[in-house]
T-cell receptor, first 110, second 113 residues
Framework: EAAVTQSPRNKVTVTGGNVTLSCRQT?????MYWYRQDTGHGLRLIHY???????QIGDVPDGYKATRTTQEDFFLLLELASPSQTSLYFC?????????FGPGTRLTVL | QEKVQQSPESLIVPEGAMVSLNCSFS?????SIWWYQQHPGKGPKALI?????GNKKEGRLTVYLNRASLHVSLHIKDSQPSDSAVYLC?????????????FGHGTILRVHP
């Protein structure tokens, strides 16, 4: 089964702080995705990528940057974190349409 | 932009009951529809998908797709307490081959012993 790991699992930062969320997949999938999950909004796509060096804008990209450094690694960057970015963040990877999700990172911005 | 709506928001059933979950979507040309299961503290996991009109059965799960009415349903037979989770409907968008999915808000299912 596809393996997707995320770190850290929990993160607390202050308004204006810098945060980097990491994701690694070990199945050589081309596609990787970053989502946020909030009560009342479901899962929303922030950014995605179909290979090292490639980046595509998702549906809720404001305030987020992403970087895909290798086939395996996809990072989400919050350079000036705001309380509205408090959320549960999921990374996923896919080769076809089935997406394999990581365990999530809970981010709190105070 | 694709819109995906799920009903009911939550459901409580006794063990052994048949469970029916609903999902409506906005684009009749959507390529495929997926159901994901998410247990507390975990990431979503794909359960079953359907592309063609009609139904598809896998074990205790049956999914029905009606493209004309833009509706898909998931039925869980002989529900178990371990089925308690959030069920997410996801629609694969048309256009570029991105594998991009649009998710509904989910249905919270609780199966009590």
């Amino acid at each position: 089964e596809a393996a997707v790991t995320q770190s850290p699992r929990n993160k607390v930062t202050v308004t204006g702080g810098n945060v980097t969320l990491s994701c690694r997949q070990t199945n050589s999938h081309n596609y990787m995705y970053w989502y946020r999950q909030d009560t009342g909004h479901g899962l929303r796509l922030i950014h995605y990528s179909y290979g090292a060096g490639n980046l595509q804008i998702g549906d809720v990209p404001d305030g987020y940057k992403a970087t895909r450094t290798t086939q395996e690694d996809f990072f989400l960057l919050l350079e000036l974190a705001s309380p509205s970015q408090t959320s549960l963040y999921f990374c996923a990877s896919s080769e076809g349409t089935e997406q394999y999700f990581g365990p999530g990172t809970r981010l709190t911005v105070l | 932009q694709e819109k995906v709506q799920q009903s009911p928001e939550s459901l409580i059933v006794p063990e052994g009951a048949m469970v029916s979950l609903n999902c409506s979507f906005s684009d009749s040309a959507s390529q495929s529809i997926w159901w994901y299961q998410q247990h507390p503290g975990k990431g979503p996991k794909a359960l079953i998908s359907i592309f063609s009109n009609g139904n598809k059965k896998e074990g205790r799960l049956t999914v029905y797709l009606n493209r004309a009415s833009l509706h898909v349903s998931l039925h869980i037979k002989d529900s178990q307490p371990s089925d308690s989770a959030v069920y997410l409907c996801a629609v694969r968008n048309t256009g570029a081959n991105t594998g991009k999915l649009t998710f509904g808000h989910g249905t919270i299912l609780r199966v009590h012993p």
